[in-house]
């Protein structure tokens, strides 16, 4: 007879769980022979003991057992997860343009949580566009468009939905242990055999220290081998917004205008989709030049051409792209002084971003015009506010501006995979598009 008690007591003290204590944990929880109180302490206990990779995996094991499980839409598709970041259009991009390239891309997507963006509010902020795709409608998307975006399903790993409700109410996200078996259960569960893994770091991230993500990112790697499947993990930047646009209908109308060929502006966000590009084309067994094959479906126009598709399959009416527009209110933010553009806050802009897009509808939001490193002089403009011009004032505040310029950072800090996916097919992305500020 299982005692949580007990568990609870091994736990604290530093012992490890057996996967049958994992097992009756989380169907004890959902079954409500555990109760919150039990499970909170049992949680607490993980963030202070940790769980070794015989226990993450026993979790995981477990969290996907509490619900449905989906078969693969197709042999070789591939899933892409971010931890979380502000400006990150990357999935709107590399989902249609990864299909181009020949890798059917099955995306199971999530909703803004605090400042960091949702992938699944920037799709519907494209008129028409709908994300409940039942789990039969989204496996026929992949097999005929090649690419799908649609919402987790309440009934894959409703253990996570309750559990992290709980950690979120006491505390206690931060646990590699439990981050990860978090993640990866959900990724399990939707059914593709390999995943590429966005871990964020930096202040905009949950994670803030490179070591931390670095554990995650292995950690996630080595779990989803445990259960068959293939990933890359990358370690990636998230001390200001990726790319320049935030807010929902922006950073839908940024996706548009990178696929229809505007890329020269931003170089962060295009060395990042060209990264995981490449990383879900190694993963899903593509063969040649990577970095070639990505460069060539964006050049051509088929990585646009597949973005229309998987809209038009979901919803989206034939105008619908052309009808993203900025907000017509528009206040632009100036430098106050001279000097090198020290710190851009992106906590301070998702919230603000997200406020103004409560407020003034799914155009609204924030551009950001320049990037940590760059020199201003006075005046210059730094972003434009669109919508509510009575937050212009407090988003000022998130540009620091000093005498010397920071230290370069680079914006891939980290990369790891299963064997063969790291080289597979050659170059994955050029050296010289990881290194900058
Ligand atoms: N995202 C998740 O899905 N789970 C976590 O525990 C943390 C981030």
Redesign the pocket.
């Known amino acids: 007879m299982f005692d949580m008690r007990s568990a609870i007591a091994r736990k604290r003290d530093g012992r490890r769980l057996e996967a049958g204590d994992w097992a009756s944990i989380v169907a004890g929880h959902q079954h409500g022979l555990v109760d919150d109180a039990q499970l909170a302490a049992l949680l607490m206990a993980c963030v202070w003991r940790g769980l070794d990779a015989n226990e993450t995996a026993a979790l995981t094991r477990a969290m996907v057992g509490s619900g449905e499980t989906l078969a693969a839409p197709a042999p070789n598709c591939v899933d892409k997860h971010s931890?979380?970041g502000v400006a990150d259009s990357a999935s709107l991009i590399v989902v249609p343009l990864v299909a181009a390239c020949g890798i059917p891309v099955a995306k199971l997507s999530g909703r803004a949580l605090g400042h960091t963006g949702g992938t699944l509010d920037k799709l519907e902020a494209i008129e028409g566009v709908r994300t409940d795709l039942s789990p039969e409608r989204f496996a026929a998307q992949v097999r005929d468009v090649g690419c799908a975006i649609a919402a987790q399903s309440e009934r894959l790993v409703p253990a996570?939905k309750r559990i992290?409700g709980l950690?979120d109410r006491t505390s206690t996200?931060e646990c590699l242990g439990?981050?990860a078996s978090?993640?990866v259960s959900?990724k399990i569960a939707a059914g593709a055999p390999a995943f590429v893994f966005d871990v964020k770091v930096g202040r905009g991230s949950?994670l803030t220290k490179l070591e931390a993500a670095r554990d995650l990112a292995a950690a996630m790697v080595e779990l989803s081998e445990s259960f068959g499947r293939k990933a890359v993990a990358l370690v990636t930047d998230m001390n200001e917004p990726l790319g320049p646009a935030i807010g929902t209908g922006l950073e839908a109308l940024a996706a548009r205008d990178f696929l229809r060929g505007a890329r020269g502006g931003d170089r962060r966000l295009r060395a990042l989709c060209e990264r995981l590009g490449t990383a879900m084309l190694a993963v899903g067994h593509a063969e040649g030049d990577l970095l070639a094959t990505v460069e060539r479906a964006l050049a051509t126009g088929a990585a646009y051409e597949r973005f229309e598709k998987m809209l038009a399959a979901q919803g989206a009416a034939g105008d619908a792209l052309e009808k993203l527009t900025p907000h017509k209110t528009l206040t632009p933010l100036r430098a106050e002084r001279s000097g090198y553009l020290a710190t851009v806050d992106p906590v301070a802009l998702g919230l603000a971003a997200r406020a103004l897009v409560e407020r003034s509808g799914s155009s609204a939001g924030i551009v950001v015009e320049k990037r940590i490193g760059e020199h201003v002089e006075a005046g210059d403009g730094l972003a434009t506010v669109y919508g509510d011009p009575a937050a212009a004032p407090r988003i000022a505040d998130a540009f620091a501006i000093e005498d010397a310029p920071p230290p370069e950072r680079p914006l891939v800090y980290w990369e790891t995979g299963s064997p063969g996916t790291l080289s597979a097919g050659g170059r994955t992305a050029a050296r010289s598009s990881v290194e900058m500020r």
């Open positions: 931890s979380g996570d992290y950690r996200v439990l981050i978090s993640i959900k949950f």
